[in-house]
């Protein structure tokens, strides 16, 4: 029988008075009755957009909610498995409103069917009841590939290889394998003992890891091939250099990327001291980044700067309520122009206000300054948030684009150099888990392809 109500089953959520003095997760799950009955909305439409143009990577959605309306929660999460490495990420981090919920037929006269919830309830159940399934031992076909970056590209691809019998090195330029998922994505979204179970899997597959050792530093791709004798490289170093404001004062003391904030927070469970805060920026890294800023002990103003109005604003607007509702302010229409220093640190962000334009070439508004708008925001700790792109400068002899991206097949992710092959955010520039994800996977069917031809 099919749920007709109009709303969404809520998601448990910690109180925001609460949760502003912890990292545990926000959100708390759906229990089974509530996913069964959220799961009941579900029209099984003929032509289920969710799954043909919502997903990246094509997940079975209506199968899976059926499963999940029936009870049969493993095997609802053996038909997500198919597609996709991790569920429980997923789950939690994909921008869903923007994907298959987005594409939801119930969207059009009420809420989507919440379909990320409910592959997180079946990710969870099924860690919770079965522990980490390791579908098949991994008997070696005697070749070996090097998996660069252990983010969700390099995750995927590594798990997928492994299922096809390769012996898999994953090099990690960090001390622990993850990416993305493991120091940007703060606790509060996505617990880490979730992504330590997928890594465990990982292991339990035989993977080998070398942490601590960066492509271009350590080794180069010719090593990789001819002295450590790799019949194929796949390079997945994510774009994790991050952009500067580029204004008088970024220099200062109290003046950090939010890449080198939520790292500090995220490995080093360590947070500054800071009274005001203002974080420059409006996608989800600024809402990570914003969030985290809340729960500083002592904190008493967190400001988002942001140069365009609410409507072109990148962030989740599930995110910018989360953290309204955590006491963090955003000022709109507003430009940064210096840092104000005393005494060698932070002590301001003088800004500009903005009024916005025609359409620029990245078809929003264009943001441009009001003459004589100039005003002062008292900031001791100011997080940039306004961009990442392409480390690959020193990844010698594979082809990349004018801002530095790997240029590789969309397909397989086969680069200029026989051998070698390239996918996620180093390919594709700052995108998502998901499709990094699905790189990963598509690569790994290339690799295997590709090493069964020469
Ligand atoms: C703070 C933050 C929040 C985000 N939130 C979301 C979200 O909610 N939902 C969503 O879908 N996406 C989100 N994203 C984007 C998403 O995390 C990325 O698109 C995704 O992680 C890209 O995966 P990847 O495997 O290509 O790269 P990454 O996850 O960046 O992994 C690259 C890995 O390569 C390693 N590496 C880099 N250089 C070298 C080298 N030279 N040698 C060896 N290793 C190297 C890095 O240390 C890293 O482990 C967020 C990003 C950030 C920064």
Not at 154 to 164: F, K, R
């Amino acid at each position: 029988m099919i749920n007709m109500s109009k709303e969404a089953t809520r998601m448990p959520m910690q109180d925001p008075v609460v949760r502003k003095q912890n990292f545990d997760e926000a959100a708390l799950g759906y229990t089974e009755d509530m996913a069964i009955r959220e799961a009941m909305r579900c029209l099984r439409c003929r032509k289920h957009p969710c799954q043909t143009d919502g997903c990246p990577v094509h997940n079975n959605i209506p199968e899976f909610i059926a499963k999940v309306s029936e009870g049969e929660f493993d095997e609802a999460y053996r038909i997500l498995r198919e597609t996709t490495s991790l569920p429980a990420v997923c789950g939690r981090v994909c921008p869903q409103y923007l994907q298959c919920e987005g594409k939801c037929v119930r969207a059009k006269t009420g809420r989507p069917v919440a379909i990320g919830a409910l592959e997180r309830f079946v990710a969870d159940y099924h860690r919770e009841n079965a522990g980490n399934d390791i579908e098949k031992e991994n008997t070696d076909n005697g070749k070996k590939v090097a998996v660069i970056g252990s983010g969700p590209a390099g995750i995927a691809c590594a798990g997928d290889l492994l299922d096809l019998d390769y012996r898999v090195t994953v090099f990690e330029k960090e001390k622990v394998l993850g990416g993305v998922l493991a120091y940007g994505i703060p606790e509060f979204r996505l617990p880490k003992d979730i992504l330590e179970k997928e890594i465990e899997g990982l292991y339990a597959k035989g993977v080998k890891a070398e942490t601590e050792k960066a492509l271009g530093r350590d080794f180069s791709v010719d090593d990789l091939l001819d002295s450590l004798g790799f019949d194929a490289v796949f390079i997945a170093n994510g774009a994790g250099r991050a952009v500067r404001l580029g204004i008088p004062g970024q220099e200062a003391d109290g003046v950090v990327s939010a890449s080198d904030f939520l790292e500090k927070i995220n490995l080093e469970k360590k947070l500054p001291e800071a009274k005001n805060i203002a974080i420059v920026g409006g996608g989800n890294v600024a809402m990570d980044a914003c969030r985290c800023a809340a729960r500083i002990p002592g904190a008493e103003k967190v400001m988002i700067i942001y140069r365009r109005s609410e409507k072109e604003m990148p962030a989740d607007p599930k995110e910018l309520k989360e953290a309204a509702d955590e006491g963090v302010e955003v000022m709109y229409l507003t430009a940064p122009v210096a840092v104000e220093i005393k005494d060698n640190r932070a002590a301001g962000l003088k800004c500009v206000k903005m009024q916005l334009s025609d359409p620029d070439e990245s078809g929003r508004r264009k943001p441009v300054a009001i003459p004589d708008s100039e005003f002062t925001v008292e900031a001791d700790l100011i997080i940039e948030a306004i961009g990442s792109g392409s480390d690959n400068d020193s990844v010698k002899g594979v082809d990349s684009d004018l801002k530095g991206y790997f240029t590789a097949d969309p397909e397989t992710g086969m680069t200029s150099r026989p051998g070698v092959f390239a996918g996620g955010d180093t390919v594709t520039g700052p995108k998502t888990v998901i499709s990094a994800m699905g790189a990963g996977k598509r690569a790994a069917k290339a690799i295997d392809r590709y090493l069964l031809s020469v």
